[in-house]
């Protein structure tokens, strides 16, 4: 049982472009944590957050953490080639342990 | 200041064999994650490790098994191996804040294990 679905799990799209990835669970999380990942690197960390309600911004992406800290969305404004990449959310519930969401493969044409 | 380190980089071994893989913790982390990410998926928990001694496990079987020693580095070994074992293997470490519950994890490269 996966407890962490991401939506889309592909998306192809033209720089410029906006687009939204959604990480969605029937389960609470004390905190939830967005990855990118490159080609042959490991999963570098974007944001952490903590409260139901929280948006989080990081120049022209947004984050959000649901009211119920169950789901969260990840909103990207003007997509540049620089952007591609595999985009992961995690969820800890009272401990470190990370479960990973199913991944966002996001690919930006120029 | 040097980030987390794993070794090798890539590693082919054949059904049945053993393998071990290492990772260095960044400085200042005193606790190491491993996790095994398979081709088109989200990371796994396989098991973290603080205070040399195995303080949480995801659901792997023993096959699984690993080491910390006294300078934080850490090793995870595979017995037995299955094909459905390759995948990319990440170390993660962190910082222990309170008891069970550590700072933001850092991951490492990865080891990208084969098995043929």
């Known amino acids: 049982t996966q407890l962490l679905e991401q939506s889309p799990q592909f998306l192809s799209i033209q720089e410029g472009e906006n687009l939204t990835v959604y990480c969605n669970s029937s389960s609470v999380f004390s905190s939830l944590q967005w990855y990118r990942q490159e080609p042959g690197e490991g999963p570098v960390l974007l944001v952490t957050v903590v409260t139901g309600g929280e948006v989080k911004k990081l120049k022209r992406l947004t984050f959000q953490f649901g009211d119920a800290r169950k789901d969260s969305s990840l909103h990207i404004t003007a997509a540049q080639p620089g952007d591609t990449g595999l985009y992961l959310c995690a969820g800890a519930r009272n401990t470190d342990k990370l479960i990973f969401g199913t991944g966002t493969r996001l690919q930006v044409f120029p | 200041d040097a980030g987390v380190t794993q070794s090798p980089t890539h590693l082919i071994k054949t059904r049945g064999q053993q393998v071990t893989l290492r990772c260095s913790p960044k400085?200042?982390?005193?606790?190491v994650s491993w996790y095994q990410q398979a081709l088109g998926q989200g990371p796994q928990f396989i098991f973290q490790y603080y205070e040399e001694e195995e303080r949480q496990r995801g659901n792997f079987p023993d096959r699984f098994s690993g080491h910390q020693f006294p300078n934080y580095s850490s090793e995870l070994n595979v017995n037995a191996l299955l094909l459905g074992d390759s995948a990319l293997y990440l170390c993660?470490?962190?910082?222990?804040?309170?008891?069970?519950?550590?700072?933001?994890?850092?991951f490492g490269p990865g080891t990208r294990l084969t098995v043929l």
């Open positions: 993660a470490s962190s910082l222990d804040v309170t008891s069970g519950y550590t700072d933001t994890q850092y």
């Open positions: 400085s200042g982390h005193d606790t």
